[in-house]
């Protein structure tokens, strides 16, 4: 389980601009077979066999890393929701103060990850395998990323730049359609991550209620705006 | 897999206002228990010989009936695609052609569906271990529903009532905020399906543009709204 923070932090993504750049994730070689057989098989369709096997190791040195196959679960978990957490903190930072700009960067680093990432992202729904134990540990980082982009609506609503009548679940709405994008982007791919992400980020803004000054909703009963 | 388009017919659902009305699946015994299964342990994590002895069929029955494991996963996912698809086709009809109602009463039905519906909901994250062709069969009643909202989207745009650059890609998000729902409200069990409908009515229509003439923002640069 160690390698689940150190990645994040030996890129040095936190505090600068390289929240952008997605290089292949730096998991070992272990936690990468894991992460291929979880999403080829799903966490109980793969054995600590089939890990061991895949990767050429004996299995007791899995267990040695990992506990069971929950830990190795865990450790791609953590891995995934730490690096996300890291990058949308820097997206959040190079906002500038201003919620609009800070909503656009977080956007857009969390569809970048889920669009480049989606094996990653994919083991989300693996996540009601874990004992509670483990979920409550996983939901306590996954509930940092919910409070950043929640602080980030409230002060948009406070600033007059949002209008959200329930700040909670409008954040827990555009998180979810971003945590949906894996699930067809590869199916899909028509669009490039930067072009998903350039969507997401204004239908994200919308959401939150923003309307800009350009927009001819901000004139009175502005029917057949088109 | 005779079972996947009956119920929705028996309800009488289509074309009437029942589909507000909850009843419980109307599920064979070995769709029920096939269903706790895949939710326990996941589709790879869940054998012919388990679903047999639950239900207490020899397993030559459940081959009978639905060919393999897939054509039970299969059954599921259509009775539930189906049964979705009819709910909303009759919310949309009960919206008397205005786009704003039509739309909140689609996103009603989804998501009354979603949180009294959840495990049936949740299968959706076993459609891609599904053969090829049997996810394209699945898919074609999945897009249904997008179609259906995204006429909505579409019409509301035309009518000066929505305001969305990307109709198709706001449909699919306003779709996804509703999927997640599974996710989370068995966990937390704050609020009833009542008031989460109520909540996703409102947030969907934020996201799709919509403004009430109502709203502070209808007058130009409304800076500290609240």
Same mark, same amino acid.
């Given at each position: 389980m160690s390698e689940s923070g150190r990645p994040a932090a030996e890129n040095g993504v !936190? &505090?600068?601009? &390289?929240?952008r750049r997605m290089d292949p994730p730096e998991l070992s070689p272990m936690l990468t077979h894991a992460l291929d057989l979880f999403y080829e098989n799903g966490f109980h369709g793969t054995s600590v066999r089939d890990i061991a096997g895949r990767v050429g190791v004996a299995i007791p040195s899995l267990y040695y890393h990992h506990g069971n196959k929950e830990g190795v679960l865990l450790a791609l978990l953590e891995y995934s929701t730490s690096d996300m957490l890291a990058r949308a903190h820097a997206a959040d930072a190079d906002g500038g103060g201003d919620p609009v700009q800070r909503m656009s960067n977080v956007v857009e680093a969390i569809v970048l990850r889920m669009t480049t990432r989606a094996r990653l992202a994919a *083991?989300? &729904?693996? !996540?009601?395998? *874990?004992s509670p134990e483990n979920r409550l540990r996983y939901r306590v980082i996954r509930k940092e990323i919910e409070d950043l982009v929640h602080t980030i609506v409230v002060d948009g609503n406070e600033q007059g730049l949002f209008y959200t009548s329930d700040t909670a679940e409008t954040t827990r709405a555009v998180l979810s359609m971003c945590q949906a994008i894996p699930r067809w982007f590869h199916a899909e791919g028509r669009m490039s991550p930067a072009i998903v992400a350039a969507k997401y980020v204004e239908i994200a803004l919308t959401t939150v209620g923003y309307v800009s000054t350009a927009d001819p909703r901000r004139r009175p009963r502005a029917k057949r705006a088109r």
């Open positions: !936190v &505090g600068n601009p &390289g929240w *083991l989300e &729904g693996e !996540v009601r395998y *874990l």
